[in-house]
């Protein structure tokens, strides 16, 4: 079973910065793609990045050029640097791991970080 355990959330004011750290812990066979999404209040959850084992990345564009995600050298953690925060990326943010086993992919969550912008 994989863990992810998020961290770095908080309550910040608009055109500041935050960095969302995930890290993966437990039994998994292989991680193939980390990332991020995000659930505001009366909304369904949505992509915010994405990042595959090879390297490539995904970003909504609603968060292009301003957010960043990467790994570590592991690839069992996964950041989101977060700049230029606008109101509107209020949302409790989610971590999510890729486990594939065989030809088969199972998604496994973090239990969500709170990210708060006020103007």
């Known amino acids: 079973q994989v863990q992810l355990v998020e961290s770095g959330g908080g309550a910040v004011q608009a055109g500041e910065s935050l960095r969302l750290t995930c890290v993966a812990s437990?039994?998994?066979?292989?991680?193939?793609?980390m990332g991020w999404y995000r659930q505001a209040p009366g909304k369904q959850r949505e992509l915010v990045a994405t990042?595959?084992?090879?390297?490539?990345?995904n970003y909504a564009d609603s968060v292009k050029g301003r957010f960043t995600i990467s790994t570590n050298s592991a690839q069992n953690t996964v950041y989101l640097q977060m700049d230029s925060l606008k109101p509107e990326d209020t949302a409790v943010y989610f971590c999510?791991?890729?486990?594939?086993?065989?030809?088969?992919?199972?998604?496994?969550w973090g239990q969500g970080t709170q990210v708060t912008v006020s103007s």
């Open positions: 990042i595959h084992i090879g390297g490539s990345r």
């Open positions: 999510n791991a890729e486990d594939q086993i065989g030809d088969r992919y199972f998604p496994h």
């Open positions: 437990g039994r998994f066979f292989m991680i193939t793609t």
